[in-house]
């Protein structure tokens, strides 16, 4: 592969972790109860992936913040029409299908 089309890669795996992160912070706030310490391990999960992105999110912001609110606008565009019965699913399913994704790029 050649350089930029890492870079590509990189940039939207990055903003799909973020992206992912948002709705867990919806998922963490609901007063639903999920099985299996859900909330309490994807939270212990979003500090590691945090610590590690966190300096790659800063470059990116300071190369062409302009490139990542783009890249952001048409992955939370695309999300925002997702209807899955109530809200609460919904974030859910959304946070699902971000990971899901991540997972298929590696």
């Known amino acids: 592969m ?3 089309r890492d870079t590509v890669h990189l940039l939207r795996a990055v903003v799909k972790v973020s992206t992912a992160l948002t709705f867990l912070d919806e998922i963490i706030e609901q007063k639903v109860y999920h099985k299996f310490s859900f909330k309490r391990e994807s939270n212990k999960w979003s500090k590691v992936i945090e610590m590690h992105t966190q300096e790659l999110m800063n470059v990116l912001v300071q190369e062409n913040d302009k490139l990542l609110m783009e890249i952001y606008e048409i992955i939370e565009g695309s999300l ?18 971000m990971i899901k994704v991540l997972s298929m790029i590696y």
């Open 80 to 97: 925002n029409k997702v209807q899955f019965g109530d809200p609460e699913k919904t974030s859910l399913f959304c946070y699902y299908v």
């Open 2 to 4: 050649s350089k930029e």
